[in-house]
């Protein structure tokens, strides 16, 4: 039976890649290392997470120095940005069940686990769920998976790839093994990064920037709405102005 990818899914691949060049945003290739980072990264933006990742591992060359490391030490060091407290007790609660299933602070083993095995394992972690483990998965273990975060799943909507299996609009872990299918293999990893970079850089959540998307010919632009600007550079809806006020070229939004 042939599988039904995305629409279109190869071309935008294509015109993604030609312009982001698939930049993988400094994940890591440890994936102990590749979890930490994504802890640091939560609810921070990337100079500030960059920030505190370079900070923590200054601070702990090693890991068997972090899982020695005392509650209130880590706060110090994962200060940046705040959450500080909530950060410092999730890397304290993953380093000791890697310990306790590992008895060592590594996650060398996944490496010799297939697909199945190493989600679920990732996902019996403290806090980690389907999008963390897959990213660990896709960029520490070079596996052919596709981790949907905020940015894959605005623009996947918009493009119609996918609508969401719940009333609220959001991603759940039936959405996230759905729009996975939906793309293939070998294209998940460069997708996933290049959608990425095109969520915060043109296609964002309020403003997007749809004259310059390199894949506007292919997009439904499904809850994107149209608003024009009047002759003094106003920006209004199209529900407040009449006819006479708008101008000729909409401001997509």
Known sequence: MKRSYAPYVYDIAEALSNKFHDFHHFNKKNPLDELLFILCSVKRSEKVYLRAYRSLKQAFPKFQDLSEASLSRLVSEVSWGGLQNQK???VRALMEAVIGRFSRPTLTPLKYMNDEECEKFLLSLPGIGKKVARCVMLFSLNRKVFPVDTHCWRIARRLRWIKPSGTNGNCTSKDMDRLQEKIPPELRCSLHVNM??????????RNPKCRECEIAPFCRKIGVKEVWLDSNKTRVTMSLISSKQLSRKPILL
């Open 88 to 90: 410092a007790a999730s």
């Open 196 to 205: 990425v970079s095109l969520g915060r850089e043109i296609c964002s959540a």
